[in-house]
Every structure is written in C-alpha cells, then in structure tokens.
C-alpha cells in the first residue's frame, strides 16, 4: 500500500467526502488545540538563524527557511447525520538553499537547534550533489530584505475559534433546507485552514505571516427512481480567504442574478442557496436537453472563474511555458515567442487580465510569497494583447526583469516552494452595464451559471466546459432552464469572442481550493474575480446519451 | 527503522490496546520510505527521499469515534495519543452508521513486497534519470520524468482480537519524450511492484519513437471513428466503470448501476459478452493488500460475466442495512485505483491495424473529466502520440482530438481484444472499439 492509499483508507473510515481527494498531511488534534498559540516569533528568528548560519558555514551562498505550522478543520454530513469532523495540525520546517549553483531542499519536523541545524547540512549536501547533473547555475532576482515584519489575513471572525457543534448545526440545517425542498440526498461540508508561517533568508528577512481560508461547499441531489434519473445541484458560494465571516449571509452581499435568485459576493446565505439548490436539482431532471449549435453565452462569474483558471492562468505559468511539467500537466500554447512579439492577440481589446495576490478576500491574498517577496498586481493580458507571464525568482532573468512577480508557494513545510498561479482576474467594464441589461441584448444565448465539468488539452488550446445551471436567452429573454449543456472552444477563439463585460458592481470571486500541480503533486488555493461576460457565437453541444 | 517486523508490530499495537478505556479501539501503524527523481529539460528538478510511520488510534464509545495520531513510539507517546482520541471520541457526535468492530480475521499473505524495490537508493535513482536522459537527450529529442519508488508496511490490529500485517512495495515511472521543435511528443508510463520489472531504457525508447513519429501531425475531421487503445489509453478509460462498483450509490438511485424503479443492475446485461472483469487480491501480476477499508479480507470476485453485472461491493453498514453479506472493493484505493483484471483477447496491436480500414491508434488519454455521472459519460483528449490508420497501416500521426463518450458504450462496441497488461495497478487490455465519438481537434502537441 503506497502511502497516499493509506491516507485514502484512513479517510474512508472517517468520512470519504471530507477527505477524497485531499491530502491530510496533519496529526489529528481536538478543536481546542487548533486555537493554541504557535511557537512565538522570536523563537523562529532564533532556530532561523541557526540554520542560516548552518548552511552557509558549510558553503551555501543563499538560504531560505520556513517554520510551518499548518491547521486544519474539516467538518463533513450527510443527510441528517455528522460524517466526519477532523482538525489536524503539522508542524516543521523546510530549509532551501543554493550550493554550488545548484538548489537543495531538506525539511524536519525536529525543529528544535540540532534539528535545523542539522536539516540546513542536509540541504547544502543535496545541492551539492545535484550540482554534478546542473547545466547552467541559478540566478536569483535580487530581493533587498524586508526585516523583521507580519502580515495577517484580514478576517473579522477566526473560524477555529467557532465551536464545532455551531458548524455542525448549520451544516445539518442546509441538509434539512434542502431535503424540505425535494432534495433526496445532500452531502455539505465546511473546510477551515490556517497556516502560520515564518520566513528568514540571508537577503535579511524575517517574515510571519498568518493566513486563513474557508470554503463552506454541498450537494444536492434529486432522484426520479420510477424514471431512472437523477441531478445534483453544488453550492455556488466559492472559497474564500476569509474568516467566519463569509457565512454571514449580508443582504449586501447577494446579487439577484437574471435567473431570479440570488448569487453572493464576499458573504454566503448557504441555507438559502440550499433551498434553491433542491428546487433546482429537480428542475434539472426535466430540463429541456439542449439543441446543439451557436450561441452567445453570457457567463456568471461563479463560472467564468474556472474557465479563466484553465485558459488564461496555467497556460501562463513561466513553468510549464519553460517545459518543467511537460511529463505531468503539460507545457503552454503561450510560448516565449507569442509573448516576445507584442502584437499576439489572447483576446479581444475588451480582455484586461491581472495577476495579483494582494486582493481582500481573495485566496492568493498574502502579504509575501514563500520566497519572501512583497506581493503586488501585475499585467498578464492588456487590451487582448499577451503582456506577462508569472515568474519567480529564478525565473524572471528570461523575462529580461530583476524583480520577481512573487507567487511562490509551497503547500506544507514539507513541500519546496515552486512557481504558483496567483489570483487571475478578469477586469470589470468600465461603462456601466448590469448582467440583466447584458442579457437583453442577446437574441439566442445560453446563461451559464456554477462549476460544471471541465477539461482542457495539455497545452490549453482546446477547452470543454459545462456548468451547473443553463438557462436559454430569446430575444432577449430567459425562457427556461436547460440541460446536457456544454461548450467547446479554443483558448484564443474563445477570448477574442468577447464582446461585453458587465462594470464592477457585478464583479464577484470563483475560487479554487485545491489547485494541483508537480510531481510529487502541491495543492494550492486560487481565486479569480470577473463581471458576467458575454461571449459571442461558441460551439455548444449536447451531452445526453442513453445507455 | 521504518518497516516494523509483524512481531514488532503486533507488540507495539497490544501495548496501546492495553492503555484504552474506551469501548472499542482500533490501531494501525504505517511506516515506509518513499523516494522520488524528477527531471526535465534534460535535467534533474528535484530529488528526495521520505521517512515515515505514524500510529494512528481510533476510540469508540457507543457509536462515537475519535482519532488521533502520532509519530513517535515511545510510551509516553503512546499513552498520550490514545488519551487524545478518548478525549475526541467523547466530544464527537454519534455516527449512526457505526459498525461494531471486526474480530479476528484470516488474511493469506499477498505477494505486495519486493526486496529490490526496497533496496532502491538515491544513486539507482540518479543513474535512472541519467540514463534516460542521455537516451533520449541527444540530439533533437527533451526527456521529462519522474520515478516515484516506496517500501514500507501497515500493520492494524483492534480490540477485538483483528490482527493484521503487510509489506509492500511500488515503483511507478513516466517518461515524456518531446521534439525540441515542439511539433512531436511521446509518452509511456509503468508501474510495478517490483523494481526488476522495470526496463527504464526500453519504457524511454518507447517514448522516444512516439515523439519522432507523431511529429508534425495532421488534421482529420472530428466523428466516429475506429479506434485502437493501447493499454494505457484503454486503462484510463475502464478505471472510470470500475468505480462505480458500489452497491449503495445504486441502491439510493444516483449510478449508472441504478435500475429504473430502485434497485441495482444486478443480473442485467449491461456490456459485450466478450467482457469479464474479475478482482483478485492474490494475482502475481497485480498484487493488492489482503483487507479493504473495512477490514474485511479481499477475495476474488466476478463483478462482470461476459456482460453481465455479477456483483456490487457492499460496505458492512450497507450490507447490514440491506440484508446481505458485505462484499469488499477490489483496490487499494476504496472504488478506484487498480486491482480489476479486464478479460481480454489474442489479437496484438498489431493485428488490430492490419483489419482496421479506417482508423486512429491512441496513446493515452488526458484530462478526463466525467459530463454525466447517469451515463458515465466522460469528456477527455487524446496525447502524446495520436495516429491515422488507413487500409490495415498507420499512414500519419493525427492532431490530439477531444472525446465525448461512455466506457458504458465502448464496451458495447468492441471490435476485438489483445493480451492484457499491467496499466495503474489493473491488467488492461489493448482494445479495438468502433464508433468512438470525437467531437473536436486540439492543437496541442
């Protein structure tokens, strides 16, 4: 049994939705333990140093160290029944360093002196190494030390210190909501993170940093047994980097859509979304099945954020453009060339697309990536046109700049940081436009609401999306709910077919919370804001069957 | 020190049974070395080797159940852990769907454990991707792949008397081959338990030959078309049915295992004749651990004759509730991952061209993604060597295409089978299947 099996097994005995598909890298902790205070940041200057010293004693000539503690809570039911509660905390540190030209990585959960200590050796002996198969050495951007500083996500409620049984009483009424509406089944969940995480490196910084993310999440299903077919419907809130507050459900915070219900922004009404969900579950069982063609879709941002992730935000990690991950995830259509020419059109002069991770609320939102550089926006697409790429330190030099984006980040102590997608974001319209006004322009469209399946070629050409919820467009108007919808494109046709994007009252964030890649695989949490947007003339096809 | 002998194992696993106060408890230890090399652009990435065991408790009373873990054995640490799950369990609400544990169970010895995977060392891995690099690494070819190898053991024993131990041992390697000029790319991938098994230099050539021949490929329409599945691409697609394998998503009507009016599909004919797809944990070839999730030992179980659905895997609660005795999944991984061996056929690959008059040749499959879970229908490309066969001969490497289709389908529209082989832990065949739904072209290489 491999060790991700076991981890799966564990899992499955406590409660498979929790766990599927995600690592629990922690020891099982009780709630309370989650809320004692880690190791006081004068304690991690010390052992940082000690390793700092250690590394370049023994010949490194840059060193970087993190002190992780990482937390977790995951709270999981079904039905009227609890599945699983875990909360889990892992505590290390991962030491980098370059020797010889040449990066190495060691990390111990004996963080303790002799264990860093001994840890930094172990990293400049791995440098070292991997020094004999190096072709060209690294090089860093220069990075001038920040001192001793912090940064902090902006929560207003810590979603540790909520009690277990009130997570548990609100996830048992979305069950209860939804099964009162028809729903025959409902699975919710409410995951919480908080990573705290100190960075010292010989360029003189010494950062702490302590972040949060939560993602209240269901599904509802309804069942027609006699005809032998059933839908689900997932909640449409997105994760967020937040604290509890995102469960407040503020009426500011919800946005009727054209549908006519409500979608929500930087607060969730997840009982009322699932009320909506079970009537929606079962109106999707005798939706009328979609009749194959063109139509000018008009994308919720609730959707639009994965397409965005998929065809705009990993075809631009300098990475995979570079070939690091051509064995795993693919390489780039957006190669150096396209780039290198200025003129290459990504999209239509409508499409402003940023990278950043200093967005409030967002799930990038940090104050320095885990190479401790100061986080900041920047341009990736501009007026349609490919302007950027994201890059890290020792990427940036083939960029021709001498600052790094910083969006490195490594998903555990554990883990060595490595080139991450940070929140990609597609820019509101600047003329005021709502998605009700969006919509009554379009003569034979489809309203795409929700994460549906989604797939895409391994250098993000082609792309295949469906949603949660379709609703047709007729002359203007929504007519009814649709099924077995949905679209296939290629990345460049798709953006250069925009043609509307509503203003910044619609914008809203599409978040996802476990984001893979490299070999051994990192997960990693990203959010994507957009306006609805109006796509004209993509492929849509049917995707009913019978079997 | 990570593989704990049984005898070590069982020790430490009675002295934390001894410290429990609750009403059941169970412990397992899992211990192992995981190494890994990745390289790419014709160099090493990153490299690295793991140490680990972790004991892990779980505490009942009544129907409520703690957990907790640690990874240090001695007795301090061990006390603590346990009070820790106690503490847990007592805070924890009930889970209604609470089985009482398992007592002694008789798990045969499985063949999981090779000593030369366990003997793998930084060096055979540096000289792994040295060697592919400089295969593949001369002139216009850049190889990228990783080897992930692990060796440890699990151990699980509980306070009913249950006892069990196994080893195991895996090495999984992949390797990318691409043209510099980007226009060609190939792939092969292998797993095995025991690390003899693996040829590296033949799985790199092989990739090499897929890049050089798939080349500047061309466009043909999108629409149904005859296919020849390699094992690998074959695999990716049935590891998509076996899934669905589960007695209670077809009993609560949200599978494709459901029957119209309740029920499952049990006894109907849902596939080809010629499709038997059978699990069986003392397979030489496919070895899996003896117990499931449940703890209940794995046996050899016909889930599929010749097309028709045999059997559905019931957990014990399920079991229980529905009256019938439990059944265990076939894989390390609840309802995914490997163990099923798919009947297969005498044709080879081969064979299979010569009879095609008009068809493609697949690699592998890519970014499959599942459209309608009612009838299994899964949208995913094609990669890393896609080719046109005309008249019984390959004639061009074809551009990736997009599918939209059913493994339910497929298997009603089999043209012919070879030998099966080892694809993620199952024994897959290399199939011919007519009418495959391509529904558009990627221009990705």
């Known amino acids: 049994m491999k060790r991700r099996d076991f981890i799966h097994l564990s899992g499955m005995g406590l409660g498979a939705l929790a766990t599927s598909g995600l690592v629990m890298m922690g020891n099982p902790v009780s709630a309370e333990q989650l809320l004692e205070p880690g190791m006081d940041p004068a304690a991690k200057k010390v052992l940082s140093d000690i390793a700092l010293n250690a590394a370049r004693s023994k010949g490194a000539t840059y060193t970087d160290v993190r002190i992780g503690r990482y937390l977790r809570q995951n709270v999981s039911t079904r039905e009227k029944n609890v599945q699983n509660i875990s909360n889990s905390e892992t505590f290390g540190v991962g030491i980098r360093v370059i020797a010889n030209g040449t990066w190495g990585f060691s990390a111990t959960s004996d963080v303790t002196p002799d264990g860093i200590k001994s840890c930094a050796e172990t990293a400049v002996a791995i440098a070292k190494a991997n020094s004999k198969l190096q072709k060209e050495p690294v090089v860093l951007a220069p990075e001038s030390g920040h001192g001793e500083v912090t940064w902090n996500t902006p929560i207003k409620k810590n979603a540790m210190e909520i009690p277990v049984k009130d997570k548990i009483d609100l996830l048992l009424k979305v069950n209860n909501s939804a099964m009162e509406n028809g729903a025959a089944f409902v699975n919710s ?159 239509s002069d409508k499409v402003n697309i940023v990278a950043d991770k200093t967005q409030p609320f967002s799930l990038g939102n940090t104050g320095y990536d885990d190479e401790g550089v100061k986080c900041k926006e920047w341009d990736l697409i501009k007026n349609g046109i490919l302007v950027n790429y994201q890059a890290i330190r020792d990427q940036v030099k083939i960029l021709g700049e001498n600052e790094s984006n910083g969006c490195a980040f490594a998903d555990n102590w554990s883990s060595v940081q490595f080139q991450r997608m940070p929140n990609v974001s597609l820019k509101p319209g600047t003329e005021k436009l709502s998605s009700a006004e969006m919509i009554k322009n379009v003569e034979k469209g489809i309203y795409i609401l929700g994460r549906g399946s989604y797939s895409i070629d391994q ?52 978040g996802s919370f476990n984001d893979g890649k490299g070999q051994p695989s990192q997960s990693s949490a990203v959010s994507h804001g957009s306006s609805t947007t109006r796509f004209d003339g993509v492929n849509v096809i049917n995707t009913g069957r019978n079997i | 020190m990570a593989i704990l002998t049984k005898e070590e194992a069982k020790k430490i696993i009675d002295k934390v049974l001894s410290y429990s106060k609750a009403d059941e408890m169970e412990v397992s230890i899992f211990g192992g070395k995981t190494g890994n090399i990745r390289y790419a652009r014709n160099t090493v990435n990153t490299s690295g080797e793991t140490n680990e065991i972790r004991l892990s408790v779980n505490s009942v009373f009544g129907k409520k159940v703690g957990s907790s873990s640690t990874n240090e054995l001695d007795d301090a640490s061990l006390k603590k852990v346990v009070a820790r799950a106690e503490e847990i369990a007592m805070l924890a609400p009930e889970n209604p769907e609470y089985m009482p544990m398992l007592g002694p169970q008789v798990y045969p010895e499985t063949a999981t454990f090779s000593s030369s995977t366990d003997k793998i060392t930084p060096e055979f891995r540096a000289n792994l991707a040295s060697d592919s690099i400089q295969v593949s690494g001369g002139g216009n070819l850049t190889a990228a792949g990783y080897l992930e190898d692990f060796s440890g053991f699990t151990a699980m024993g509980n306070s009913k008397g249950q006892f069990g131990y196994n080893t195991s041992t895996s090495v999984d390697f992949s390797i990318t081959v691409r043209t510099s000029d980007g226009t060609g790319s190939g792939y092969a991938i292998r797993d095995f338990n025991d690390v003899n098994l693996l040829n590296s230099k033949e799985v790199t050539s092989i990739a090499m030959q897929k890049a050089q021949a798939s080349a500047n490929a061309q466009a043909i329409e999108p629409g149904k078309y005859t296919v020849i599945l390699e094992p690998t691409a074959a695999g990716d697609l049935l590891g ?206």
């Open chain 1, 189 to 347: 969940a409410l995951f919480v993170i908080n990573e705290q995480k100190y960075f010292a490196s010989t360029d003189g910084s010494y950062i702490d940093q302590d972040i949060h993310r939560i993602w209240p999440t269901f599904s509802v299903t309804a069942v027609n047994k006699g005809a032998g077919g059933f839908r689900s419907r997932q909640a449409l809130s997105a994760p967020m980097g937040m604290g509890y507050e995102y469960l407040d459900g503020l009426a500011e915070d919800k946005i009727m859509n054209p549908a006519g219900f409500n979608s929500y922004r930087n607060s969730y009404d997840m009982v009322e979304d699932a009320i909506n969900a079970a009537k929606h579950s079962k109106e999707k069982i005798t939706a009328k099945s979609v009749i194959p063609g063109k139509y000018d879709l008009v994308l919720d941002p609730d959707h639009l954020g994965l397409t965005i992730h998929e065809s705009v935000g990993h075809p631009l990690e300098l990475d995979r453009v570079l070939g690091y991950e051509a064995n795993y995830a693919g390489t780039s259509f957006a190669t150096l060339d396209k780039w290198k020419s200025g003129d290459f059109k990504y999209g």
């Open chain 1, 459 to 510: 250098q993000r050409y082609n792309f295949q999306f469906g949603g949660q919820l379709f609703y047709e467009i007729k002359d203007g108007e929504i007519t009814g709910m649709l099924e077995d919808v949905a679209y296939q494109s290629n990345t460049q046709e798709f953006w250069n077919s925009c043609t509307q994007i509503c203003d910044k009252d619609d914008y809203k964030f599409f």
């Open chain 2, 240 to 445: 998509l049915l076996t899934r669905g394998f589960d007695a209670r998503s077809a009993d609560e009507g949200r599978s494709y295992m459901s029957k119209k009016g309740g029920g499952t599909r049990i006894g109907e004919k849902l596939f080809d004749e010629r499709v038997t797809i059978i699990s069986d944990p003392f397979n030489t070839e496919i070895p899996t651990s003896p117990w499931d999730g449940d703890g209940l030992p794995k046996q050899k179980t016909t889930w599929v004759e010749n097309g028709v659905v045999k059997n559905l895997a019931y957990s014990r609660y399920w079991a229980e509730k529905q009256g019938v005795k439990p059944l265990s999944s076939a894989g390390g991984r609840g309802f995914g991952g490997g163990g099923y061996i798919f009947s297969g056929g005498d044709e080879s690959i081969a064979d299979m061209i010569k009879s095609t008059e008009r068809g493609v040749l697949v690699t592998r499959f890519w970014y499959i993604r599942a459209v309608d879970p009612q009838t299994l229908l899964f949208t995913g490309l094609t990669r890393d060597g896609t080719f046109y066969i005309e008249n019984g001969q390959i004639k061009f490497p074809v551009k990736n295409f997009r599918f939209n289709e059913s493994p339910i389908i497929m298997l009603n529209n089999i043209e012919a089978m070879g030998k099966p082989q080892r694809v993620g832990g199952s024994l897959i065949p290399p199939m011919k299947i007519r009418d495959f739904t391509f529904t558009s072209l990627s221009d990705a290489v």
